[in-house]
């Protein structure tokens, strides 16, 4: 089983940024079998992909409305995936949720992904 713990959400003004930790653990557990992605929902919309990266780092994906802005990346030595938000706007309120799949390369589908964090709040003021 696997299991992923977001951190680092919170309330931050428009404009700011905000860095998501997600932790990656498991019995068995190797880190470098995972893709992970970066998923959110705002209230009364449906989840949408943020950003995903495959098991080398070297190929990160973004939803087209967070490109520029977001950065999402990993670190073997701490089996961790991060989430770097600058220019946050209102419309990126959401929770937030990382997600582990059981292969080379990410996807932006929600349901290619086998686990879930219980996921991080973003708020963002204007």
């Known amino acids: 089983q696997v299991q992923l713990v977001e951190s680092g959400g919170g309330l931050v003004q428009a404009g700011g940024s905000l860095r998501l930790s997600c932790v990656v653990s498991g019995h068995p557990f190797t880190f470098s079998r995972y893709s992970l992605g970066w998923f959110r929902q705002a209230p009364g919309k449906e989840r949408e992909f943020v950003a995903a990266i495959d098991v080398s780092g070297a190929r990160p994906k973004y939803a087209t409305s967070v490109k520029g802005r977001f950065s999402i990346s990993r670190n073997k030595a701490k089996n961790t995936v991060y989430l770097q938000m600058i220019s946050l706007d209102p419309e990126d309120a959401a929770v937030y949720s990382c997600?582990?799949?059981?292969?080379?390369?990410?996807?932006?589908?929600?349901?290619?992904?086998?686990?879930w964090g219980q996921g991080a709040q973003v708020t963002v003021s204007s």
């Open positions: 997600a582990a799949r059981t292969a080379l390369n990410p996807t932006p589908m929600a349901v290619d992904y086998e686990y």
